[in-house]
C-alpha cells in the first residue's frame, strides 16, 4: 500500500510517495538520495536521525511517512546550505565538536534548532537541548565548546603560540 | 479488507472510523509504535492518524479543573505556563520522559493508552486524582484515572474507544506536589522507579497524602498503605520513615534487564523519605510549597 | 567556564606542528555531505541479511531453505558454498565464516540471503528451517575455569623471584577484581558492500584495516591479492569495534554478491550489531602484592582471566597487552604475571580501545589503594613512591626511555586539583551512612586519583614482523601525494598527517594530497589499532617527504639554482623524469628486540603516561553516582595537534566513565540481554562530568616531531579514579565494574567497607 504525502522539504515542494508507515529516515535516505541523516540506533535512542518538523527536533526514525503530509521537514542538507550556517558550521569544527561525524548530522540539527530560538545558551541549555543526542568519540567537550556561550573563548590560537 | 490510512479531522470522523473497523491502529506520537522490527511496522496496514483532530489538541480550563487533548505533546505540557503552576509534577514529568525530540511527538494520551507500567506521567495522573474521557461507538464517557489499568498493558478502553482528554481537578489550596524519576541515567532512559506525590500541609501535619509509583508492579499504582500510614502523623523523620517502609512493603517489582526487585523497593523507599523529608523542611519553613 | 581546557603546556613549531588547524573533514561532516558505508550509492544494488543462531551451543541438524517462501529472486548462502577455508584469516583461521554444523554462540552467523530490498532481505530469512540439538553450553568464566578445556591463549611473565619477595615483604595485601564486557556502540553500525568490477571482487565500507579486510577475502574465497580490492568509506567510530569484525561481515556480503551476481550490502541495525560483533573481554584479575612498611612495592603477582568468548580471533595479543600492563605504571623488583583465556560459548571478543590493559590497569589500580590503606597511606603518596621513571626497568626487563613522563603527569594532577588535601578531607568527614535510618549528607562527594601508562605501537615483535611502508610521490602538478592505508574513524589522522608531511618536507597543506584508504592505490601501512597511526605511520610520512623534498632541493642545487615555490619546482623534477616515487618501512632500533618465548625485551617502542583525578557525588538515596569532574593529565611526547588529542583524551576518559558507571551486559543462557540502545546504556550529554584536559609533553626522539601514541591511553585512567572516588565518598569497597547503584546497595547491604 502506498500513500503519496506534500510536504516542502529543505524549502521545496515535494510530493512523497511509500507506505503510509514508512519512516521518514527511510524515505530521505532511499527515496531521496538524502544520506546526510543517519541512522544509529532505529529505535529513538541516539539522536542521529534528527530532523526538524515544522522547525521542532524530532527523530526521523520514529516518524511515519503518513504524519508528514502538509509539514515543513528540514533535513541537515537544507540547513547548512543556508549562507549564515557557514560561520556557524566552521566554529563547530574549530572547537572540536566533530571526530567520525557520525552523530553530527543530528547535533547540527538539534543545535540549529536551540540557536534559533535562544542566540546565547549556556552549558545548561545545551545540555538539555542534546541530551537525546549521543556521541561516542567527543566526551561532548568539543560540542558544548563549539556551542555555549560561556565555555570560554577558543585558546587554540593562545595554545599555538 | 483493504489498507487504509486516515487522517481524519473530527474527533466523530475519528470514532465513526474505529466503530466500522476495530483493526484500525490509532497513532499519535508514535514513539513508541514505531519501535518495532520493520516486517511489523510494514504489515501495519490500517492506521488512523490522532494528530490532526482539534478536539484532542489543547490544554483548557473548565469548571474546578484543567483539561489536557490527549494528542498534546509533552513538550506543551512542560511548557505550558498554566499546567507548570497548577501541576509542577506534571511538569516535570513530561522534561524527563525524553529527550527533547521525543518530547517533541510523544503524547499525554499516548503515555496513557500505551499503558506501560514504566510510563513516566502516568503516577503523576494517580496522585492527582485525573479522569480520564474517553471516547467511542457509544458516545463520550468519564472515567476515574485509577480504574483504567486492569493488568499488564490491559486497560478499560472499550473497543472503538480512545482517550479524548485528561481532566486534572484544580489542586485544593495548600497542595504541594513531588516528582522523582529515578532511571537508568540522568536523560533520555526508561524509569526503574517512578513516583508522585500530592498532598494537603495542615496544622503541622499531612492531610490527604495520595502517593502513586510507577515500575514497582505490573500497572502504575497508588501506594494506599503508605497513605494509610501519614493519615493523622505531624511532619517529620518518623512520620517518613514509616510512610516510606509502609511504600517499600506494599510493592512487589521484579528483576529485570535494567534493576532488581530488591534494589527498587530500596529506591523507592528512600524516595518516598526524601519527598516527607522535603515536605517537613518546607513547612518548618512557613508555609506549604 | 572551560576557558582553560585546551592544554596549555603543548609547543608549537616547526610549522603546523602543535597548532589546531580545522580538521579538513570537518566540513564535509557537519554538512551531511562526508559518504558513510550505508550512504554510498550503487545502481542495481541489492541487501543481505544474516540468519543467527538463537542457541549458545548446537549440532545443526539440518539446514533448508525453501525459495518458494522467499521473495522472487532471493539467494541463499551456507556453509556448504564456500569456495576456500571456513576460516577468517586474522592471528589464525579458526572463526568460522558460516557455522558448520555446529554453533557456538547466540548471534552466530549460520546463512545469508540477498534480495532487492532490505524488507525482502529480513522477509527471506523466514524461508530457512533450521533443525538444531542443543548441547551443553559453558557460558561464564567460572564454568570454564571448571570444565578445564585448554585455554584460547596462556602468557607468562616471571621477573625476579616472587614467592620469595612475598614471604619476605612486610605487608602482603590480596584483592581479586572483575571488570564485565564493553560494546564499542560506534553511533554508525557495522555496514559493506561487495560487488565484482572488471573481475576484481571489490568491498567497501567501514573498517579500520583495509589490509586485513583484504587478506580475509583473499584466504577464504581463495583469490589471488591482485583481484580484491578493498577500500574504507568514512568510518563513523570505531574503538577497536572495526579492526576484526569487518573482515567477517566483508566476507558475507562477498559472498552475497558473487552468488547474485551484483552489488550486495550489508549495513546492521543497532541490534543487530549488539548481537553478533565483537565486545571487551570481562576480566577476572586475582593480586597478592608485597610492600615494604613505606609503600614501596616488593612484589606483584597477578593473574589474569580473560573471557575470549567462542574463537580465538585476537584473543591472544588482547592477553599479551593485559599481562605487559598488569603491574602499572610503577617499579618493582619482583613480578609475575600468569594469564589465561578462556572460552565460553559466547561471541567471541575482541579489540577494544585499551585492548586488555584498561582491565588490568584497573586491577592494579585498585590494588594499590588497597595497599596504600593497609599501610596508612594515601592514594597519591603510595604512587609517588612507586612510579617508575626514565632509567627504571618493566618487568620485561625494558628500560623506559628519557620520555617517561609518569610522574610528571602525577604532581601536575596534584598541583592542579589539590588531590591529597581533599581526599584526606572527604575520608575524615565521611558521615555517609545509607540504608534505613540514616539521614546521609545530600550528596556525597568524593574524589579519586588514578596513575596509569600504555604501550604506543604494536606489542612486542609486531612492529619489526610488518616493517609497514608508506609511499609518497611527486604530481605531475608538483603536489606531494602520501599513500597509506590508515583510516580515520574520528581520531584525527585526515589533520595530523598533513600537518607532519608539511612539516617535514616544508611545504603547505595545498600542497599535499592524501590518497584514499583503497588496497588498490596503496601500500599496506598495517592496523590502524594500537595507538600506532600518529607515532609509526606519522614518522614514515615524515621521512617520506622530507625525502622528497631533499631530492628537489638537490636537483634545484645541482643546477645551480636556488629553492623558491616548491610546487613549481617539483613540477619541472617530474617533468624532467627525475625520480619521484619513494617508499619508507617503518624499521624499529635494533636494539629493540622483544623475546616472544620468554616475554623479555622491548614490549613495546614507547610509553604514552596519564594521572586523572576524578570527582563524583552519590546520592545516598538511589546510590547513583554522579561524576562531577574528571582532570586528565596526559603525557604524549608531542601533541602534533593539540585540540586533536586532547579530543582523544576527553573521548576517552568518558569512555571509561561510562564503562565504570553505566555500561552493563547482562546475559542469559548466552545471550545478551542489554541488546539495543534503550539497554545497553551509554552516557549522555547530561552524564558527562566536565573533563579538563592537560596536555605534557616529553619528546620521544623515535616519533615525529616527538610524538608518542595515545589513542588508548585515556581508556586506562578515568576507571579506577572513579572507583576510588566512590570509596572516598561512600566507605564501600569497590572491587568490580561497573559500579551501579544495584551493586553499591548490595555492596552496602553485606557491609563490605574499605578497612583503614
Request: glycine share 10%; charged share 25%; with cysteine.
Amino acid at each position: 500500500m502506498s500513500v503519496t504525502v506534500r510536504a516542502v522539504l529543505n524549502g521545496e515542494e515535494r510530493a512523497l510517495s511509500g507506505h503510509p508507515m514508512a519512516r521518514l529516515l527511510d524515505v530521505l535516505r532511499e527515496s531521496l538520495d538524502l544520506t546526510g541523516t543517519k541512522e544509529g540506533c532505529g529505535e529513538g535512542e541516539c539522536g542521529a536521525c534528527t530532523v526538524l518538523l515544522d522547525g521542532e527536533p524530532v527523530l526521523s526514525c520514529l516518524v511515519p511517512l503518513l504524519q508528514c503530509d502538509g509539514r515543513r521537514i528540514e533535513t541537515v542538507e537544507g540547513l547548512a546550505a543556508a549562507p549564515r550556517a557557514r560561520a556557524f558550521l566552521d566554529r563547530f569544527v574549530a572547537a572540536g565538536g566533530v571526530q567520525c561525524g557520525a552523530c553530527t548530522p543530528g547535533i547540527i540539527v538539534t543545535a540549529w534548532a536551540l540557536l534559533e530560538r535562544e542566540a546565547r545558551p549556556d552549558v545548561e541549555a545545551v545540555r538539555d537541548a542534546l541530551a537525546g543526542n549521543l556521541c561516542r568519540c567527543t566526551g561532548y567537550e568539543g560540542i558544548l565548546r563549539a556551542l555555549a556561550a560561556d565555555a570560554g573563548a577558543d585558546e587554540t590560537e593562545e595554545a599555538a603560540r | 479488507m483493504s489498507a487504509a490510512a486516515l487522517s481524519p479531522r473530527s474527533l466523530d470522523a475519528a470514532v465513526a472510523a474505529l466503530a466500522a473497523d476495530p483493526n484500525l491502529v490509532p497513532i499519535a506520537g508514535c514513539t513508541d509504535l514505531m519501535v518495532v522490527d520493520p516486517l511489523r511496522r510494514l504489515a501495519m496496514e490500517r492506521v488512523l492518524d490522532l494528530t490532526r483532530i482539534p478536539e484532542l489538541a489543547g490544554i483548557r480550563e473548565v469548571e474546578g479543573a484543567v483539561e489536557i487533548g490527549a494528542a498534546t505533546t509533552f513538550r506543551a505540557i512542560g511548557d505550558s505556563p498554566l499546567l507548570r503552576s497548577l501541576f509542577p509534577a506534571l511538569a516535570e514529568a513530561a522534561r524527563v520522559v525524553g529527550g527533547w525530540q521525543i518530547q517533541n511527538r510523544a503524547t499525554l494520551g499516548g503515555n496513557v493508552a500505551n499503558a506501560s507500567p514504566a510510563g513516566d506521567s502516568l503516577p503523576v495522573l494517580l496522585a492527582l486524582d485525573a479522569a480520564l474521557v474517553l471516547a467511542g461507538p457509544a458516545g463520550t464517557r468519564t472515567l476515574a484515572y485509577g480504574e483504567f489499568h486492569r493488568g499488564y498493558r490491559k486497560t478499560a478502553l472499550a473497543p472503538g474507544e480512545i482517550v479524548a482528554r485528561v481532566r486534572l481537578p484544580r489542586p485544593a489550596p495548600g497542595t504541594v506536589q513531588a516528582f522523582r524519576k529515578v532511571g537508568t541515567r540522568e536523560a533520555q532512559s526508561i524509569s526503574k522507579v517512578v513516583v508522585a506525590l500530592a498532598a494537603r500541609v495542615e496544622g503541622g501535619g499531612i492531610a490527604d497524602l495520595r502517593l502513586a509509583a510507577g515500575s514497582v508492579a505490573p500497572v502504575p499504582v497508588r501506594l494506599r498503605a503508605a497513605e494509610e500510614a501519614a493519615a493523622g502523623r505531624p511532619l517529620g523523620t518518623e512520620t517518613a520513615e514509616r510512610v516510606a517502609a509502609a511504600a517499600a512493603g506494599e510493592v512487589a517489582p521484579i528483576d529485570d534487564v535494567r534493576s532488581t526487585a530488591d534494589y527498587r523497593r530500596f529506591a523507592l523507599g528512600r524516595v518516598v523519605r526524601r519527598m516527607l523529608l522535603d515536605i517537613g523542611a518546607a513547612g518548618a519553613a512557613g508555609g506549604a510549597a | 567556564m572551560r576557558t582553560d581546557t585546551l592544554p596549555s603546556e603543548v609547543r608549537s613549531g616547526p610549522g603546523p606542528i602543535g597548532t589546531s588547524p580545522p580538521r579538513p573533514d570537518g566540513l564535509a561532516k557537519v554538512t551531511g555531505a562526508a559518504v558513510f558505508a550505508d550512504d554510498l550509492v550503487l545502481p542495481g544494488l541489492w541487501f543481505g541479511a544474516t540468519l543467527r543462531s538463537p542457541h549458545a551451543h548446537a549440532r545443526i541438524a539440518a539446514l533448508r531453505f525453501d525459495p518458494a517462501q522467499a521473495p522472487a529472486g532471493t539467494v541463499a548462502v551456507t556453509a556448504r558454498d564456500l569456495p576456500g577455508p571456513n576460516g577468517v584469516q586474522l592471528i589464525d583461521d579458526e572463526w568460522p565464516v558460516l557455522a558448520d554444523g555446529v554453533v557456538r554462540h547466540v548471534g552466530e552467523a549460520v546463512a545469508l540471503v540477498a534480495a532487492p530490498t532490505r524488507t525482502a532481505a529480513r522477509q527471506a530469512l523466514a524461508a530457512f528451517s533450521v533443525e538444531y540439538e542443543p548441547l551443553t553450553a559453558v557460558l561464564t568464566m567460572a564454568d570454564a575455569a571448571a570444565a578445564d578445556a585448554p585455554p584460547l591463549a596462556t602468557v607468562e611473565i616471571a621477573y625476579g623471584d616472587v614467592e620469595a619477595a612475598l614471604a619476605a615483604a612486610d605487608v602482603v595485601v590480596e584483592g581479586t577484581y572483575r571488570t564485565g564486557h564493553q560494546e564499542h556502540i560506534y553511533i554508525e553500525c557495522q555496514a559493506m558492500t561487495a560487488w565484482e568490477e572488471d573481475g576484481v571482487l571489490v568491498a567497501a565500507g567501514s573498517m579500520q584495516c583495509p589490509y586485513y579486510v583484504h587478506k580475509s577475502l583473499v584466504h577464504a574465497l581463495g583469490l589471488p591479492a591482485d583481484g580484491v580490492r578493498v577500500r574504507a568509506t568514512v568510518v563513523g567510530g570505531g574503538f577497536g569495534g572495526k579492526e576484526d569484525y569487518p573482515s567477517l561481515i566483508a566476507l558475507h556480503a562477498a559472498l552475497l554478491a558473487r552468488a547474485a551476481g551484483r552489488p550486495v550490502r550489508l549495513a546492521y541495525d543497532r541490534h543487530e550489531d549488539i548481537v553478533a560483533t565483537t565486545k571487551r573481554h570481562p576480566a577476572e584479575v586475582r593480586h597478592r602484592t608485597g610492600l615494604h612498611r613505606d609503600g614501596t612495592l616488593t612484589a606483584v603477582d597477578v593473574e589474569v582471566l580473560l573471557d575470549g568468548g567462542a574463537y580465538r580471533t585476537l584473543s591472544p595479543v588482547v592477553l599479551s597487552r593485559a599481562a605487559l600492563h598488569a603491574g602499572g605504571p610503577y617499579r618493582c623488583p619482583h613480578v609475575r604475571v600468569r594469564g589465561r583465556v578462556l572460552a565460553t560459548h559466547t561471541a567471541p571478543n575482541g579489540a577494544f580501545r585499551g585492548f586488555g590493559a584498561p582491565q588490568t590497569q584497573f586491577a592494579m589500580e585498585r590494588q594499590m589503594d588497597r595497599a596504600a590503606r593497609a599501610l596508612g597511606l594515601d592514594p597519591f603518596t603510595i604512587r609517588a613512591r612507586n612510579v617508575a621513571g626514565p632509567g627504571d626497568e618493566l618487568p620485561t626487563g625494558q628500560v623506559l626511555d628519557e620520555s617517561a613522563g609518569g610522574r610528571l603527569c602525577l604532581e601536575e594532577v596534584e598541583r592542579r586539583t589539590g588531590f591529597t588535601a581533599r581526599w584526606r578531607a572527604l575520608e575524615r568527614e565521611r558521615e555517609v551512612r545509607f540504608g534505613v535510618g540514616a539521614e546521609g549528607r545530600i550528596p556525597a562527594r568524593g574524589v579519586g586519583l588514578s596513575l596509569y601508562f600504555h604501550g604506543a605501537g604494536f606489542t612486542g615483535n609486531g612492529e619489526r614482523r610488518m616493517r609497514s611502508p608508506v609511499a609518497a610521490r611527486l604530481l605531475a602538478d608538483g603536489r606531494i601525494e602520501v599513500l597509506t592505508a590508515m583510516t580515520d574513524m574520528g581520531q584525527g589522522c585526515a589533520a595530523v598527517f598533513p600537518q607532519i608531511a608539511a612539516a617535514a618536507a616544508g611545504v603547505a597543506a595545498e600542497d599535499l594530497v592524501f590518497a584514499e584508504p583503497d588496497t588498490a592505490e596503496v601500500p599496506d601501512s598495517g592496523p590502524t589499532v594500537a595507538s600506532r597511526t600518529t607515532m609509526i605511520i606519522g614518522g614514515a610520512i615524515a621521512s617520506a617527504a622530507g625525502e622528497l623534498r631533499r631530492r628537489v632541493d638537490a636537483w634545484l642545487a645541482a643546477r645551480g639554482e636556488t629553492p623558491g615555490a616548491f610546487r613549481e619546482a617539483a613540477a619541472r623534477y617530474v617533468a624532467a623524469g627525475e625520480p619521484a616515487e619513494v617508499v619508507v618501512r617503518h624499521e624499529p632500533p635494533e636494539e629493540q628486540q622483544f623475546d616472544d618465548e620468554r616475554y623479555q625485551g622491548a614490549a613495546y617502542p614507547t610509553f604514552s603516561w596519564g594521572a586523572d583525578v576524578a570527582e563524583v557525588e552519590v546520592d545516598p538515596d538511589t546510590y547513583a553516582v554522579h561524576p562531577v569532574r574528571v582532570t586528565a593529565v596526559c603525557e604524549v611526547g608531542r601533541a602534533i595537534h593539540p585540540r586533536l588529542c586532547a579530543g582523544q583524551v576527553e573521548g576517552g576518559t568518558l569512555q571509561a566513565v561510562g564503562w565504570a558507571l553505566l555500561e552493563e551486559v547482562k546475559l542469559t543462557e548466552g545471550r545478551y540481554l542489554n541488546d539495543r540502545l534503550a539497554t545497553y546504556i551509554i552516557p549522555t550529554v547530561r552524564d558527562t562530568p566536565r573533563i579538563d584536559v592537560h596536555l605534557l609533553e616529553c619528546p620521544w626522539a623515535g616519533g615525529p616531531f616527538g610524538a608518542k601514541g595515545m589513542g588508548e591511553l585515556p581508556m586506562d585512567g578515568g576507571a579506577p579514579a572513579v572507583a576510588q572516588a566512590v570509596e572516598n565518598a561512600t566507605g564501600l569497597e569497590i572491587d568490580e565494574l561497573p559500579i551501579t547503584p544495584e551493586r553499591l546497595y548490595e555492596t552496602d547491604r553485606a557491609g563490605r567497607r574499605v578497612r583503614g
